[in-house]
């Protein structure tokens, strides 16, 4: 059962939390919760305590056993579960206030209430001090007010049912649709168990994609991390009780069908159907793990009110719904990730040389250069020109955009995103210094390519999960157009090889002589500058280079080549 408390009582069972008779479970026991009211001078339990004579001082004397732990962390009470002696006092008060306003917030004097009218210790020593539950349940109704057509509750309240010590164990008690509380719980546990299994399923599937579709072990291990993530998340309704509540044969929903559901036209369907699935059980997941985060106190295990009996008090699982919602998150980054991935290995399959190139010394020079690399076979040209202002920066532009367009040549623009955007380029090239993807993005829009420079591992990892189109690796070697104070070499493009399959473009100081040790490294696309543009023939150059990468394609598929078939 869940107990609504107010501002002034939720402070009491903080302050509560801090006091402890010892207890190796760490419940929150009655004893405590007194010194937890008294805490709390203005509230009118404090008020009603104070009239009898009871204290802070007569309460540690009567338990001396009651140790202060210091002052508790916020929201530690919704991670203490309550002893079975205050729950069956929270269930008391309600029961006792039943013709008030419902749902019922206990406040202080409420919660005063049932430690009176229960039978533990505290309540039988309460009593004895003065308190009696019948007169504190007609102050607390003169307080409150009985609406008029409910007159007849004040009869109930004064019945034998609510006689001091009566506390109806919980799993036994009907809920206000009129089902039973256990049946609440079953029902619960089966959409839990439903949704679950969805989530499961469409990660594993998921995750097939990522391993033997794409070859992309990055994106595998972050499926696998998500995977052992929801199992964690689901510890807290465990299988055994799924399993109880599991009913497959009268599940009204297993012949249930839609013709769409039967529809794959590509590879990249499947994770795009499976993400969907994963997502949605996630969002059920949530909300029913709402429901099951409420009542823990009861579901989560042994709960019952028997005096003298105890809660179950196993470190308690990481919050359901909480959990689930961060997964869910976490889902839609992957969903990103995994899409892009597989949209630009299908956009980039055999744009394997990318070609750097200034504005060169006249816009005349620049697009006749522009225009015998198209003829040569260079699949990117990218313009990036440190000398050039930006109205002739953005003219550069528009040129290599008029000479490239239906070609089949990429026209790319360097760090400057809104200059693509103007010239209406293919996309932008961001370092790690420029503008971020997110940022990039916004200015050029969906369609649009973005890459991004990785000088190490973790930028590449990142730049996956960022949105990048493709990356650039590097640098491999020294070269003329820009200096670095490290090389990460070909070390790099190995590790990039071997676990991330987004297009990557090795980039620094590549030239004829050194192109082979580039692609054995597991390179499958080259970026070149100088030695190209700065070559007697760039067309020429262009051609020798773009046949050895393309040679090199035919002869191996490596794992950061077009999609594998298994």
Request: charged share 25%; glycine share 8%.
């Amino acid at each position: 059962m869940r107990f609504i408390f107010t501002a002034a009582a939720e402070r009491a069972l903080d302050n509560a939390s801090g006091w402890s008779l010892g207890s190796a479970r760490g419940e929150l026991e009655a004893e405590s919760l007194l010194l937890g009211l008294l805490s709390e001078p203005e509230c009118r339990a404090a008020a009603m305590l104070t009239r009898v004579g009871v204290d802070i001082s007569v309460v540690r004397k009567q338990w001396t056993a009651l140790v202060y732990n210091g002052p508790s962390e916020e929201g530690c009470v919704r991670r203490k579960l309550f002893s079975s002696d205050l729950v069956c006092s929270f269930q008391l008060a309600s029961e006792r206030l039943a013709c008030l306003p419902q749902p019922l917030e206990l406040a202080t004097e409420h919660i005063l209430l049932g430690l009176t009218a229960a039978d533990h210790d505290v309540s039988v020593w309460l009593r004895r001090q003065g308190l009696d539950p019948d007169s504190l349940a007609a102050e607390i109704q003169n307080l409150h007010g009985f609406p008029a057509e409910e007159e007849s509750c004040r009869e109930l309240v004064a019945s034998d049912e609510f006689s001091p010590g009566t506390c109806a164990g919980h799993d036994n008690r009907l809920a206000a649709d009129g089902t039973s509380a256990q049946t609440s719980m079953i029902d619960t546990l089966r959409v839990i168990d439903a949704a679950a299994n969805r989530a499961r399923e469409g990660l594993r599937v998921i995750e097939d994609y990522a391993r033997l579709v794409l070859d992309d072990r990055h994106l595998t291990q972050l499926c696998k991390q998500m995977r052992h993530d929801l199992a964690d998340c689901l510890a807290a309704a465990s299988m055994d009780r799924r399993l109880a509540a599991r009913e497959t044969r009268a599940d009204v929903g297993t012949t249930l069908d839609v013709p769409t559901e039967g529809r794959r036209e590509n590879p990249l369907d499947v994770p795009r159907a499976n993400f969907a699935r994963l997502q949605e059980a996630l969002r059920s997941l949530e909300e029913f793990g709402k429901l099951f985060d409420s009542n823990r106190d009861c579901w989560g295990g042994s709960c019952t009110t028997t005096p003298g009996a105890t809660v179950q008090l196993s470190p308690q699982p990481a919050n359901l719904a909480a959990t689930a919602k961060q997964l869910r998150y976490s889902a839609y980054t992957l969903e990103r990730a995994v899409g892009i991935t597989g949209r630009s290995i299908e956009r980039l399959d055999s744009a394997r040389l990318y070609v750097l190139l200034d504005g060169r010394r006249s816009p005349e020079e620049f697009e006749r250069l522009v225009r015998s690399l198209i003829e040569a076979g260079a699949d990117i040209l990218q313009l990036r020109d440190k000398r050039l202002g930006d109205r002739e920066l953005l003219a550069r532009g528009r040129l290599l955009v008029a000479a490239t367009r239906g070609s089949g040549t990429l026209a790319i623009v360097n760090d400057r995103p809104d200059l693509a955007a103007l010239a209406g380029a293919d996309g932008v090239h961001v370092g790690q210094e420029e503008v971020s993807v997110k940022d990039a993005r916004r200015i050029v829009g969906p369609d649009a390519l973005i890459g991004a420079s990785t000088h190490n591992i973790e930028q590449a990892r990142h730049a996956v999960l960022d949105g990048a189109d493709y990356i650039g690796v590097g640098p491999v070697f020294p070269s003329d157009t820009k200096r670095f104070e490290r090389y990460p070499g070909v070390e790099l493009l190995r590790a990039v090889a071997a676990e991330i399959r987004l297009p990557a473009y090795a980039i620094g100081g590549i030239n004829r002589s050194n192109i082979a040790e580039v692609l054995t490294a597991g390179a499958a696309r080259v970026a070149v500058g100088s030695a190209i543009t700065s070559a007697d023939d760039p067309a020429r150059a262009a051609k020798e280079l773009s046949m050895i990468v393309n040679i090199q394609r035919k002869e191996s598929k490596g794992p950061n080549d077009e999609t594998t078939s298994h």
